[in-house]
């Protein structure tokens, strides 16, 4: 089945600065790939997402970029905010009916 | 457009005892999913259904068991709980596979 690894487990980044989380993932038949923010005490909301078709994605300062020959992708933040500070964790959408798997998450802290 | 619904948010169990972890959402959503997320392992999928009627196990399925009668609704239930099902719960939904999955806000489930 699909394995979807996630690095790194914590980073931290001074306000302003970027931040990168990397993701990759064995399934070459996996489609979709969202980002999900989870805030302390809540359940995880999709941020960003990208389909197999597209190499990168932008939303503000968030940018998703996806390489499929290699089987990773990854997510960065610019102008990082004390309000990025949450866990993050990337999924991929294996084949046949199984839902997203997900990676362990990366907790970013920004720092102000 | 209350969205994923969960109930309750937070239960202690004793062990052995049984209960069933509660989980509707109102966007007539064919696709929904029970994880868990426990520290450093991410979120685990339990159960998934693909529509009313239809259930199959994900990663993690022993100890647990899950129904869809409706649409709308997709409870979990523990049979006989054990310390090693204390973790925090997620109940998912999407319209498709390969779109966004909503969260609840989980039920943190504490087994003594």
């Known amino acids: 089945g699909e394995n979807v690894e996630q690095h790194p487990s914590t980073l931290s980044v001074q306000e302003g600065d970027s931040a990168v989380i990397k993701c990759t993932y064995s399934?070459?038949?996996?489609?979709?790939f969202p980002w999900y923010k989870q805030e302390l005490g809540k359940g995880p909301q999709l941020i960003i997402d990208?389909?197999?078709?597209?190499g990168e994605k932008k939303d503000q300062r968030i940018a998703v970029t996806l390489n499929k020959t290699a089987k990773h992708f990854s997510l960065h933040i610019t102008e990082t905010q004390p309000e990025d500070s949450a866990v993050y964790f990337c999924?991929?959408?294996?084949?046949?009916?199984?839902?997203?798997?997900f990676g362990k998450g990366t907790r970013l802290s920004v720092i102000a | 457009n209350a969205g994923v619904t969960q109930t309750p948010k937070f239960q202690v169990l004793k062990t052995g005892q049984s209960m069933t972890l509660q989980c509707a959402q109102d966007?007539?959503?064919?696709?929904m999913s029970w994880y868990r997320q426990d520290p450093g392992m991410g979120l685990r999928l339990i159960h998934y259904s693909v529509g009313a009627g239809i259930t199959d196990q994900g990663e993690v399925p022993n100890g647990y068991n899950v129904s869809r009668s409706t649409t709308e609704d997709f409870p979990l239930r523990l049979l006989s709980a054990a310390p090693s099902q204390t973790s925090v719960y997620f109940c998912?939904?999407?319209?498709?596979?390969?779109?966004?999955?909503?969260f609840g806000q989980g039920t943190r489930l504490t087994v003594v």
């Open positions: 998912a939904s999407s319209y498709e596979r390969v779109t966004e999955a909503f």
């Open positions: 999924a991929a959408s294996p084949s046949g009916n199984t839902p997203l798997v």
């Open positions: 966007m007539n959503h064919e696709y």
């Open positions: 990208i389909r197999s078709n597209v």
């Open positions: 399934d070459s038949a996996s489609n979709y």
